[in-house]
């Protein structure tokens, strides 16, 4: 009897347990495809390779912008830039913010008592509209620490985790319950690991190699992260990325960031392990991406492919069906809020915000769930916007993939397209600048003076034209192809309430019919 009552409560407890559901987001920063996951057999990331055994794997995953905070903010509230308010960077002088009015995902989860964390670069705000129970973060952290050290970052999930058992332990000591019912009282919870690799460190900590390369490698100075075993590549050795200049400069700089890729694979493997000892692989929902592009001329801050075109894994422990498939479905990061509320069963509030004061915010993005199950059959289409970066770097950007189709409409092309501190000073672009004063070759696909000086409008059929090179804007053959993707464009542009639905030639008149008034610039 003794024996029966016990295999009924244990199948009872399995019972809970397979119901019980989290969530653990791991975003990259400035990662691009340099994984063994997306075809690159140079650089070792076994622990990425081993999720996406246990995944399905994202071909056409895209970034809604190309800039850390706004993506990072696009991520965590499922809200185009333009719409919740983090047109730029939002450190030191830049100082960019989510409206107040923001609903984003770890406010609402918390709202519904799930338990919220974070652990590495956060980059966003105001606190208030980006709220978690467990934060460490740049905030109050060494941003070294906690997004580089991936010993430090380790014990910080293991210490989350020991949260979770401890508040449930004491919600049932509280009850008077049996302590071996702990676990059962366990909040769900949704952990957001973001890590600093890899992204550029030239700029700010020269002293740890162009992407921080060397921190914690053992050397005089550099300090050690005890469970990193660093891998150096050689610049032979490195796959240039079609997009970036194939020089020695770009590839050692290509290698360099190799060592990182590898320090983060390792940071996820030991997270991944944490997660399993913790007893949660199971019942987690568990997220891979990046932000934006690599930091490389015709990467991050721009909207062409090579700078929105992201790493995307989805592992679902409840959707075993398609582990290992490739999907060709185009998604994006605002796709990542409403797949994490489904998971969660959260219901998108009603509320409104300034773009759109009299119609309610709803999201524009899907929860990719339905794709684990079966492909998709008509997720062909995504959009883009990009405002500013840093805050000197006003350059507004829209665009709409759809199907081979990239449409980009560059509000200011009269001027040139601005360059961040970051890029400038990297042994890549610095080797691009002196090759074109001193008129050598570049041995990039297009000249230094096209990628300043950019037409309005920017039409590629990716079929032919991979590497966006040739812009049939003004082709007429095309003509009803960009007539039909600029519609698409600003029908999305007024649902989200985008201040530039107008620009550069209208002014925008909310009050107003039509909305949009003639400036009559010539433009």
Known sequence: ???????????????????????????????????????????????????AE????????????????????????????????????????????????????????????????????????????????FAY???????????????????????????????????SRKEDEDIETGRDEERPFFLYVA???????????????????????????????????????????????????????????LAAQYTTV???????????????????????????????????????????RSGTAEPMLVSSPEHRERWGDTTQAYVSLLDITPTILDWFSVPYPSYTLPGTPTTPVHLTGRSLLPALISEPVDWNTVYASQSLH????FYPIRAIHQGTFHLLHNQHYRMPFPVDEDLYVSPTFQDLLNRTRLSEPTHWFKSLDQYYNRERWELFDSRVDPLETRNLASDPAYRIVLESLRQSLQKWQ??????????????????????????????
């Open 262 to 304: 590898s320090r983060l694979d390792q940071g996820i493997g030991l997270v991944l392990q944490e997660l399993r000892e913790a007893g949660y692989e199971n019942n987690t929902l568990v997220i891979y991406s990046s932000d934006n592009g690599i930091p490389f001329p015709n990467g991050r801050t721009n909207l062409y």
């Open 137 to 171: 973060t740049e905030e109050t952290n060494s941003i070294l620490q906690v997004g580089r050290n991936i010993t430090h970052i380790k014990l910080l999930v293991r210490k989350f985790f020991q949260t979770q058992k401890e508040e449930a332990f004491e919600r």
């Open 390 to 393: 840093e805050v000197t770097m």
């Open 494 to 523: 007024g649902e989200t309430g985008d201040p530039w639905v107008c620009g550069p030639d209208y002014v925008l008149e909310s009050k107003l019919e039509p909305h949009c008034r003639p400036l009559y610039n010539g433009l």
């Open 54 to 133: 246990r995944s399905l794997v994202f071909s056409n995953a895209f970034a809604s912008v190309s800039s850390c905070s706004p993506s990072r903010s696009t991520i965590l509230s499922g809200l185009p830039q333009h719409q919740n308010g983090m047109y730029g960077l939002h450190h030191d002088i830049h100082h960019f913010n989510s409206f107040d009015q923001v609903k984003s995902l770890p406010l609402l989860l918390s709202q519904t008592n799930i338990h919220t964390g974070i652990i590495g670069k956060k980059h966003v705000g105001p606190r208030a509209v980006y709220p978690f129970d």
């Open 1 to 51: 009897m003794q024996l029966e009552l016990l295999l009924l409560t244990l199948a009872s407890c399995s019972f809970v347990e397979s119901k019980r559901r989290n969530v653990l987001l791991i975003i990259a920063d400035d990662a691009g495809f340099e994984t063994e996951v997306y075809n690159n057999s140079v650089v070792h990331t076994p622990h990425l390779r081993s999720l």
């Open 195 to 253: 890590f600093h690799d890899v992204h550029r460190c030239g700029h700010s900590q020269p002293q740890y190699g162009a992407f921080c390369e060397k921190f914690g490698n053992g050397e005089m100075g550099m300090g050690t992260i005890p469970d990193w075993k660093p891998e150096y590549y050689t610049p032979e050795q490195v796959k240039v990325p079609p997009f970036v200049p194939n020089t020695p400069a770009s590839r050692a700089d």
